[in-house]
T-cell receptor, first 115, second 109 residues
């Protein structure tokens, strides 16, 4: 089944403890991105990647890191999480972003609570 | 900086009625997307609008794009309960996606 998977789905952690949220897609998509969703703010893009080894900042990159060493994986790293990073995180992928009729396919989401 | 504004943010409507959700954006873009999100779920793509005057329809939903006015609309015809969800528009700004805050739609019998 074609899908975007995220792990973990739920995570409770403490301030300053490094964590990684994994994202994997099995559709051979070139474009991947990370968003956070907060009430009343919609989704805000954190980072995106046009292809392997190519990443760019989105709207709210502060406090986050990403890497794209393989086409299928795009992990989100919080080196020193803070309570203001408590949020619902979505990973998404697209065959080739910017091409006609292409849309993004979203993962199930990761709910993060930083105490 | 690209800003995307949706209105209304909350919409309660009766089954069988028609209504329109509006999405305004602040800078030039030729790609606009509509997504649906059910409570506790992920986002599902509804429409991709790529050019001025583009109109797409799926069931009771119809989306349109006016790039000159920087406005997209999502029109709901004869609403049914199954359409209850949050609807987001999103604009592509050179690969940097900006989403509206979402419109939470509730359809009542």
């Amino acid at each position: 089944e074609a899908q975007v998977t995220q792990n973990p789905r739920y995570l409770i952690t403490v301030t300053g403890k490094k964590l990684t949220v994994t994202c994997s897609q099995n559709m051979n998509h070139e474009y991947m991105s990370w968003y956070r969703q907060d009430p009343g703010l919609g989704l805000r893009q954190i980072y995106y990647s046009m292809n392997v080894e190519v990443t760019d900042k989105g709207d709210v990159p502060e406090g986050y890191k990403v890497s794209r060493k393989e086409k299928r994986n795009f992990p989100l790293i919080l080196e020193s999480p803070s309570p203001n990073q408590t949020s619902l995180y979505f990973c998404a992928s697209s065959p080739r972003w910017g091409q006609v009729e292409e849309t993004q396919y979203f993962g199930p989401g990761t709910r993060l609570l930083v105490l | 900086e690209l800003k995307v504004e949706q209105n209304p943010l909350f919409l309660s409507m009766q089954e069988g009625k028609n209504y329109t959700i509006y999405c305004n954006y602040s800078t030039t873009s030729d790609r606009l997307y509509w997504y649906r999100q059910d409570p506790g779920k992920s986002l599902e793509s509804l429409f991709v609008l790529l050019s001025n005057g583009a109109v797409k329809q799926e069931g009771r939903l119809m989306a349109s794009l006016d790039t000159k006015a920087r406005l997209s609309t999502l029109h709901i015809t004869a609403a049914v309960h199954d359409l209850s969800a949050t609807y987001f528009c999103a604009v592509d700004n050179n690969n940097d996606m900006r989403f509206g805050a979402g419109t939470r739609l509730t359809v009542k019998p």
